[in-house]
């Protein structure tokens, strides 16, 4: 994370939210198409998505997911 121009805030803004698209950056990032390239917003994007583990609004998703698969496999 070094290596971005990012503030301090803004570089905590993307370890709290974890976000998985472009746009999610630009959003937290104050104005980052002036700051930032593509190649720029996309490298802190793989990093985050790489490293940190999914966010709590995805993991409860995934639990939300599975609970109705197992209920329709148990018809019961």
């Known amino acids: 994370m070094k290596s971005h121009k990012l503030t301090k805030a803004e570089k905590l803004q993307l370890l709290n939210h974890r976000p ?3 746009v999610e950056i630009q ?3 104050e104005e980052s198409e ?3 390239t ?3 917003i996309e490298a802190p994007l ?3 998505t790489s490293i940190l583990p999914a ?3 995805a993991e409860q998703q995934q639990n939300t997911s599975d609970d109705v698969a197992m209920d329709e496999e148990d018809p019961a």
């Open 34 to 36: 002036e700051r930032l």
């Open 38 to 40: 593509e190649e720029q």
């Open 27 to 29: 959003l937290m990032v």
């Open 20 to 22: 998985v698209t472009a």
């Open 46 to 48: 793989h990093t985050v």
């Open 55 to 57: 966010g709590p609004e």
